[in-house]
């Protein structure tokens, strides 16, 4: 019988995050999560509380402990990933960070990227930017990812994996509200506010993430790796998808004057290539296979 893994989960103890613990919990593995105490830890797993940006009480809330994986949730600047490598260093045989599709967001592809579209090694990383101001992070949301993932990258004694997640949907539980947000504007026939033309782009369920983060939190790659179901998606069918579930008309679309968009009409063609974590032995799902059932979650939560 397998030894339990001992398993830090730092944040995201909800929707993905609730997910993942729940299938290492499943697994045997013995969990800590550490938040800030606003939540509390899932059945089963250890509760730790601090603020991961203060590095003293993330020190002496870990103690002397260490783990064979931790799972950093929430990493979005490369301040916290200078705190994590200084704490973790040392004392975790494996470190994942949850990254984004956003990293790239300044690659104009007609084709999937791969994760050699942004390599974080050649990422410059300036701490002193204001991270610590929610507004500016919110804006350079991607640009603290890339960050972050350049400070895990010029650091070889954290051996670490950054899975840059697609677009998700689904599990009827999304705080974002991104895809609740088709489904009132077509339930009510309010126009949707799109660019002259929206690009396709990749998506992955909810289910089939928190599957990935597992997974790779049982590897031993390193270095970024894309995660995103087969196939993509255009907004129109992304719509066309919830109209039909609605029973409704198709959906209106207005081409926006300005630069706010609705969520997923992309000014872009947003997708990755996931062929690096399929040749490393991970299985995903078709996107067009799963859609049916993210809307109908999503209906099920807002109806």
């Known amino acids: 019988m397998a030894k339990a893994r001992e398993v830090l989960v730092i944040g995201g103890n909800r929707y993905i995050g609730k997910r993942l613990i729940a299938r290492l919990l499943a697994a045997g593995d013995r969990v800590t999560v550490l938040n800030r105490g606003s939540s509390p830890a899932p059945p089963g797993a250890i509760r730790a509380t601090a603020d991961r940006n203060d590095e003293r009480a993330l020190t002496e809330a870990l103690g002397g402990r260490t783990f064979d994986v931790v799972v950093d949730q929430v990493c979005y600047t490369p301040r916290q990933a200078k705190i994590a490598h200084r704490v973790l260093a040392g004392r975790t045989g494996r470190y994942v960070m949850t990254s984004t599709v956003e990293v790239y967001e300044h690659q104009d592809s007609a084709v999937p990227v791969p994760e050699s579209a942004v390599d974080p090694r050649t990422v410059t990383v300036d701490t002193q930017l204001p991270w610590d101001d929610p507004e500016f992070l919110a804006r350079h949301y991607g640009e603290g990812k890339r960050q972050a993932e350049a400070v895990l990258a010029a650091a070889p004694d954290l051996p670490h ?26 339930r009510t026939g309010t126009p949707i506010a799109v660019p002259p033309v929206a690009h396709p782009a990749t998506y992955i369920h909810v289910e089939e993430i928190a599957d990935f983060l597992f997974w790779v939190a049982g590897e031993d790659f390193t270095g970024p790796v894309n995660a995103a179901s087969h196939g993509e998606l255009t907004l129109g069918e992304l719509c066309g998808e919830v109209a039909a579930r609605l029973g409704t008309d198709e959906a209106v679309f207005e081409v926006a004057e300005g630069t706010e968009v609705s969520p997923f009409a992309f000014r872009r063609h947003y997708a990755m290539d996931n062929s690096r974590a399929v040749r490393l032995g991970f299985v995903f799902g078709e996107v067009r296979q799963w859609l049916p059932k993210a809307v109908a979650e999503t209906l099920g939560a807002t109806a």
């Open 161 to 186: 994996a950054s899975v840059r997640v697609a677009h998700v949907l689904g599990g009827g539980d999304d705080f974002t509200g991104r895809l609740a947000h088709y489904t009132e504007r077509i």
